[in-house]
């Protein structure tokens, strides 16, 4: 092994096998023109100059870059971290790594946030954000989307939970917990609409008045603030909150302690995709699980069967949410 000196390049590798550069790129992508003499000799000069093949480079040049690319919202909303550990172990058993991109981080960077995969040539792209009229899906790149999406990419599989049931079950249980005024504090898109619905459901069956506020499209920390204070404001009645995600509940645990109210005997707060934030021992946050490492694996295993079969028809599969009790919820105040 080389040690205490420049990392080897390609051309390294071919002047020490005696052979083209042309001819190590061949060996590196696997192909059978190659004789055996020629690719014994070129192993070994990998092996000797530890040489490590820069994928972006051999993607470029016409391999395959064995890697899948995926497109989240934002890098601090952090419900997609369990997205991407199911992802990761999924594609793992098939030697293919992920690479991640923040839609908006990229926005005033390139006009299509696609741009920087296609360039590298990955084997696939998974969209765990919105697609927007920017984004150019190539046809013969598979297209995965993960979570639900307002705007749909035809020919795309789909891995989601069920959120409209997931906010039903979440409102059912603050009902059974004897709140009448319940909150729903959202955002924009397609998990948040159905979320909204799933609300509705709830409180429209318990005969039950609604209040729904969202202000914009983001479902950030500050977001979530802004909507409980507003919600707070124009129903001081209110006695339990579900936010549109874990992020936004911690908006309205500031809410609250900014209105004078504790959590939970005064108000009671649900968060939704059980993130890492949630069983924090400072939040302790009763929370829907959307299962969103379960959905990772999903994901990788319709982007192995579409790169089995890249002809066959679009999948769509939708997981069954849970509520996590913990500490944000209590039983309602009597008035």
Request: hydrophobic fraction near 40%; proline fraction near 4%.
């Given at each position: ?163 409209r049931l997931g906010a039903r079950r979440a409102v059912e249980h603050l009902i059974s917990l004897g709140h009448r005024n319940i909150g729903h504090i959202a955002g924009g898109g397609g ?145």
């Amino acid at each position: 092994m080389a040690t205490g000196r420049r990392r080897a390049t390609i051309y390294d590798v071919a002047q020490a096998a005696g052979v083209s550069k042309s001819l190590v790129s061949l060996v590196l992508r696997g192909s059978p023109s190659v004789s055996a003499p020629r690719r014994a000799a070129v192993l070994a000069a990998i092996e000797e100059l530890d040489y490590r093949p820069s994928h972006a480079a051999t993607a470029l040049a016409g391999g395959t870059s064995q890697t899948v690319g995926v497109v989240i919202d934002d890098y601090t909303n952090v419900w997609f971290v369990e997205l991407l550990r199911g992802l990761q172990e999924g594609l793992a058993s098939a030697g293919l790594r992920i690479a991640v991109s923040d839609r908006t981080l990229n926005a005033h960077v390139e006009s299509d946030p696609l741009d920087g995969f296609l360039s590298t040539r990955v084997e696939a792209l998974v969209l765990a954000t919105e697609p927007t009229p920017a984004m150019r899906f190539p046809s013969q790149i598979p297209v995965i989307i993960a979570g639900n999406r307002a705007t749909k990419v035809p020919g795309a599989d789909i891995a989601a939970s069920d959120d409209r049931l997931g906010a039903r079950r979440a409102v059912e249980h603050l009902i059974s917990l004897g709140h009448r005024n319940i909150g729903h504090i959202a955002g924009g898109g397609g998990s948040s609409h159905l979320r909204i619905l799933g609300y509705r459901d709830a409180v429209e069956s318990a005969g039950l008045a609604e209040h729904v506020v969202t202000l914009g499209e983001l479902t950030t920390e500050h977001s979530g603030y802004l909507c409980a204070m507003e919600l707070l404001r124009s129903s001081p009645e209110t006695t339990a909150i579900l936010a549109g995600n874990d992020s936004m509940a911690m908006g309205a645990l500031a809410a609250a302690r900014e209105n004078g109210l504790c959590v939970p005997e005064d108000l009671s707060i649900v968060g939704y995709d059980n993130s890492p934030l949630a069983d924090t021992q400072l939040l302790r946050l009763t929370t829907v699980d959307s299962r969103n490492h379960a959905v990772g694996l999903h994901v990788a295993e319709q982007v192995l069967s579409r790169l089995a079969d890249p002809g066959r028809a679009p999948q769509v599969v939708s997981l069954e949410p849970a509520l996590v009790e913990r500490g944000t919820c209590a039983s309602a105040r009597e008035t």
